[in-house]
C-alpha cells in the first residue's frame, strides 16, 4: 500500500505495553499487521509486567507513564491481577496518573461470528474516574458499610462532552444517557443533568435518557434500539460487558480510554494463562482497540483497510482461533489477515 | 413453596392496589381470571392518584389485616421529590425479599432457550438507601450501604427458597473487587450462609461478567442472590432474553407479609388505556401469591392454563409478537381453564 493519504507524511509513536499472559503474542500480532499495512507508527516497548515486579515496587514506572504522556498513545495488553501483594491497581494508577477520564467500548458484530444477536452496533462511553467507584469506604459500626459514589458535574461533563463529539465525528445519530436518577436523584439526577446541557450544544445529534433497567432490557431485546450511551462508572462496567456477550465475547471487543492529553486502547479481556505462550490466542480484541487508536489519529484509511481483512477473515472463517471454534494458530490467523489486505489493495 | 409462606385468611380477602399505567388493564385480567377458577379470596380495591400523600390509611389498614397483596406499577417521575409507593411498602412493611422468576416459555420466541432462573434481591438497602447530599457546589455524595444483619438476611432466604424448591446452584452476584468493604462484606455473609448448605453448589460472581454471561450462557444460572441495585438490572435481563418484561412475576416477602405484582416494574405509560398490555406477569404474580398461600390447586390451574394457551398459540399480546387485545387473550386464559 501507499503511506495513506488522510495524514500524510505524519509519524507517530505509540507506547507499547505488551503484558502478561498471551499479551507478547498478541501485541506481537498487532505490530506485524502494522508493519504489513505500512502504518506510520514506531513503536516505544515498555514490559510493565504485573508477575515480574517485586512486592512494594510500583507496578508502572514514571518512564512508562511520561512515555505515554509524551507520545500522546498508548496501547496495553492485558496484566495479570496482583493478588495480596500489597499493589495499587494497575488499572487504577493508570487512570489516575493518565488522566483517563472516558472509557470507550465500541460493540459492532462481526461477520461470520454467530450469536443470537444479529446486527449489533453499539458504543458505550463510560466516566472512568469517579462514581461507584470513588474506592471510599467505612465501616460506621461493625456490621454496616457504607460506600460512597461521587458525582461531580466537572467529570460529567468531560465525558458527556466526549460522547456527544464522539458521536458527531463518528456520524452517530443518538446519544441515550444512562442514569437510575428515579433512585438516586441527586447524583445520577446530576448527571443527567449535564448531559442535558451538553446536549443543546449538539443539536444535529439525538438526545435521551433512560433508566438502566430499561436500558438493559432494551439491550436485550433489540440492541438497535440504542446507539452512542454515556453513563456512569458501574453502569458504564456493566452495560460494555453485557454489549460484548451480545457480538460473542471480550476476546472481540475493542476498548479505549480517554485522557485529557494521551488515549490508551486495550484489551479488556484477560492473560488468559491457560494459552499463553501456545501461539493460540485471538489478537482480535487488541487489533480492533488499536484500530480505534488510528481512527484517532486520524489515519481511518489505515484502519478501515485493516477492519475490512480482519472481516473478511473472520467470515470466510477458514482462520480462526480456537475461542471462536477454529484451529488456527495467532501467527496463521494474522498472516490470513495480512493476505487479504495484499489481496485487496 | 415460599420460606416465610402465608396462610389464607379467615376473611378470605386480599388487597388490590391496580396502580398506574397498565396497571388497571393487567389486574383487571387478573381479577377474571381468579373469578372464573373460582379462586376463594375477595379483593379490596384501592385506588388513588395523590401519590404525594403516600399510601391511603385504608389501603394500609387493609394490607395490615390481609398481609398479602397484589399491586400495579406505580412510576417515579425522575425530578419528583417524594418517596414511591413501591417504596413505602417495602419499607414501612419491610418486605426485604425481591423474588423473580424467568424462564423459557414454550411458545414464547425469544433468543436464548432453556432459562430457568430464580432471582432473589435486597429489596430495602444498598444504593436505594436514599442518603445523598451535595458537598459542594456541583459535587454529589450517595451512599450504598450495606450492613451484615440484612446480607445475612436475604442471604439465609435465598438458600431456604433454593432447598425448599430443590434448587441446585447459588450465586451471589457482587462488585467485592472494586467495593472490597460493602460488596465484601455482601460476598461474605454469602459464603457463611452457604456454607450451612453443603448439597446446594455455591459461587460468587462479578456483576459485569453475570450481565454478559446472561447474554450468551443463561443457562448455567438457577437461583441468584444479588444486592438491590444490580438486582434490578439482572432481572430486567432476565426477562428480557426470555420475552420481555410484561412476562414474569415478582414477589417483595417480609417476615409477616407479601405483595406481589409483574417481576419487571414497568407502569408501560406509552401501551397504557389501549388494551394491548399482556398480563401474563401480573397473571403469574397472582400465582405466586396463591402457591404463598398455598392454594395450590388454584395456582396450577390457573398457571396450565396460561402456558396452553402460550405454547398453542391460541391468542397472543403484540409484545411477544401477537395481535390479540389484552382482553381477548384474557379470555383464552379462562376458556383454557380446567
Ligand atoms: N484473546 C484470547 N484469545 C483466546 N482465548 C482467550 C482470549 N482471552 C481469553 N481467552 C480465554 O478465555 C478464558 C478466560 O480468560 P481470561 O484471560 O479472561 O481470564 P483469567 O486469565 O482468569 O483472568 P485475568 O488474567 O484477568 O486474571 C481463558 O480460558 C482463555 O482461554
Ligand atoms: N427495590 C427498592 N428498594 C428500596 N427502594 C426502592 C426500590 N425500588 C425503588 N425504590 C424507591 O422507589 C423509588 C423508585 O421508584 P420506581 O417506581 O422506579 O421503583 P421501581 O420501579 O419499583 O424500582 P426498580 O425500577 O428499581 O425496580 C425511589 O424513590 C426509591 O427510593
Ligand atoms: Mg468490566
Ligand atoms: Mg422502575
Redesign the interface.
Known amino acids: 500500500g501507499s503511506s495513506g493519504a488522510t495524514a500524510a507524511g505524519k509519524h507517530f509513536t505509540v507506547t507499547l505495553f505488551p503484558g502478561d499472559g498471551i499479551g507478547p503474542e498478541i501485541s506481537a500480532a498487532v505490530q506485524t499487521v502494522f508493519a504489513a499495512a505500512d502504518v506510520p507508527v514506531s513503536w516505544e516497548t515498555h514490559e510493565i509486567s504485573v508477575e515480574k515486579v517485586k512486592p512494594g515496587q510500583p507496578l508502572v514506572s514514571r518512564g512508562a507513564l511520561d512515555s505515554v504522556l509524551r507520545n500522546g498513545f498508548g496501547l496495553k495488553g492485558p496484566m495479570a491481577t496482583p493478588v495480596g501483594k500489597g499493589h495499587k491497581s494497575l488499572n487504577l494508577t493508570l487512570r489516575k496518573e493518565l488522566a483517563l477520564y472516558a472509557n470507550v467500548r465500541p460493540c459492532v458484530s462481526f461477520p461470520g461470528v454467530k450469536?443470537?444477536?444479529d446486527g449489533v452496533d453499539l458504543v458505550t462511553v463510560r466516566e472512568n474516574t469517579e462514581g461507584?467507584?470513588s474506592?471510599l469506604?467505612?465501616?460506621v459500626v461493625?456490621?454496616?458499610?457504607?460506600?460512597?459514589?461521587?458525582?461531580?458535574?466537572?467529570a460529567s461533563q468531560r465525558v458527556a462532552e466526549y460522547a456527544f463529539k464522539y458521536a458527531s465525528d463518528n456520524k452517530r445519530s443518538r446519544v441515550t444517557a444512562v442514569h437510575?436518577?428515579?433512585?438516586?436523584?441527586?447524583?445520577?439526577?446530576?448527571f443527567?443533568e449535564v448531559c442535558r446541557e451538553v446536549s443543546e450544544l449538539f443539536p444535529h445529534i439525538e438526545y435521551e435518557?433512560m433508566l438502566?433497567?430499561?436500558c438493559?432490557?432494551?439491550?436485550?431485546?433489540d440492541p438497535s434500539r440504542l446507539d452512542v450511551m454515556v453513563m456512569p462508572n458501574?453502569y458504564g462496567?456493566?452495560?460494555?460487558?453485557?454489549c460484548?456477550?451480545?457480538i460473542?465475547?471480550?476476546g472481540l471487543t475493542p476498548s479505549g480510554n480517554m485522557g485529557a492529553s494521551c488515549m490508551l486502547a486495550e484489551a479488556v479481556h484477560g492473560t488468559a494463562p491457560d494459552i499463553a505462550g501456545m501461539n493460540k490466542a485471538n489478537p482480535t480484541a487488541l487489533l480492533m482497540s488499536s484500530l480505534m487508536m488510528l481512527r484517532h489519529m486520524k489515519l481511518a484509511d489505515k484502519a478501515d483497510t485493516i477492519e475490512r481483512a480482519v472481516h473478511a477473515v473472520l467470515k470466510e472463517g477458514k482462520y480462526r482461533t480456537g475461542d471462536l471454534g477454529g484451529t488456527a494458530t495467532t501467527t496463521d490467523y494474522t498472516q490470513a489477515i495480512i493476505d487479504k489486505m495484499s489481496a485487496s489493495s | 413453596p415460599f420460606p416465610l409462606g402465608g396462610t389464607l385468611n379467615q376473611m378470605r380477602t386480599a388487597t388490590l392496589l391496580p396502580g398506574e399505567g397498565i396497571g388497571e388493564e393487567v389486574n383487571g385480567a387478573l381479577v377474571d381470571v381468579f373469578e372464573a377458577a373460582d379462586v376463594p379470596l375477595e379483593f379490596e380495591t384501592f385506588r388513588f392518584s395523590n401519590f404525594e400523600d403516600g399510601l391511603p390509611q385504608d389501603a394500609i389498614k387493609s394490607f395490615q389485616k390481609n398481609l398479602v397483596a397484589i399491586k400495579g406499577p406505580f412510576?417515579?417521575?425522575?425530578q419528583s421529590?417524594y418517596t414511591?409507593i413501591n417504596i413505602l411498602l417495602r419499607r414501612d412493611f419491610d418486605l426485604f425479599a425481591n423474588v423473580v422468576h424467568a424462564y423459557s416459555i414454550p411458545g414464547v420466541k425469544s433468543?436464548?432457550g432453556g432459562v430457568d432462573v430464580v432471582m432473589i434481591r435486597e429489596n430495602t438497602e444498598g444504593?436505594?438507601s436514599?442518603m445523598?447530599?451535595?458537598a459542594v457546589?456541583?459535587?454529589?455524595?450517595?451512599?450504598?450501604?450495606?450492613?451484615?444483619?440484612r446480607s445475612m438476611r436475604i442471604a439465609q432466604y435465598a438458600f431456604a427458597y433454593a432447598a425448599a424448591n430443590n434448587r441446585k446452584k447459588v450465586t451471589a452476584v457482587h462488585?467485592a473487587n472494586?467495593?472490597?468493604?460493602?460488596?465484601g462484606?455482601f460476598l461474605d455473609c454469602c459464603k457463611r450462609v452457604a456454607a450451612e448448605y453443603p448439597h446446594i453448589e455455591f459461587e460468587g460472581m462479578i456483576?459485569?461478567?453475570t450481565?454478559?454471561?446472561?447474554?450468551?450462557r443463561p443457562q448455567q444460572f438457577d437461583v441468584m442472590i444479588l444486592p438491590n441495585?444490580y438486582g434490578?438490572?439482572?432481572?430486567?435481563?432476565a426477562?428480557?432474553?426470555c420475552g420481555?418484561?410484561g412476562l414474569f412475576p415478582g414477589a417483595n416477602i417480609g417476615e409477616t407479609g407479601a405483595v406481589f405484582e409483574q417481576g419487571?416494574r414497568?407502569s408501560g405509560l406509552d401501551i397504557a388505556g389501549k388494551n394491548k398490555a399482556n398480563p401474563t406477569g401480573q397473571i403469574l404474580g397472582g400465582v405466586m401469591m396463591l402457591r404463598y398461600l398455598q392454594l395450590t390447586k388454584h395456582a396450577d390451574a390457573i398457571e396450565n392454563a396460561v402456558m396452553r394457551v402460550l405454547e398453542g398459540n391460541k391468542a397472543r399480546t403484540p409484545d411477544i409478537g401477537g395481535s390479540a387485545t389484552t382482553t381477548d387473550y384474557t379470555k383464552a386464559i379462562i376458556s383454557h381453564l380446567e
Not at chain 2, 412510576?75 to 425522575?78: A, I, K
Request: glycine fraction near 10%; aromatic fraction near 2%.
Open positions: 450469536t443470537p444477536y461507584e467507584y474506592g469506604e467505612h465501616v461493625p456490621g454496616v458499610v457504607e460506600s460512597l459514589k461521587v458525582i461531580t458535574r466537572t437510575k436518577a428515579s433512585v438516586m436523584k441527586k447524583s445520577d439526577g446530576l443527567i435518557e438502566i433497567d430499561t438493559a432490557s432494551a439491550l436485550v431485546m458501574l462496567d456493566i452495560v460494555s460487558d453485557l460484548a456477550g451480545l460473542g465475547g471480550l | 412510576t417515579t417521575p425522575v421529590t414511591s433468543r436464548l444504593e436505594y436514599g445523598e447530599h451535595e457546589p456541583g459535587v454529589v455524595e450517595s451512599l450504598k450501604i450495606i450492613t451484615e444483619s462488585k472494586i467495593m472490597k468493604s460493602g460488596d462484606l456483576v459485569d461478567n450481565c454478559m454471561q446472561m447474554v450468551s441495585l434490578n438490572i439482572v432481572t430486567n435481563i426477562a428480557g432474553i420481555g418484561p419487571a414497568h
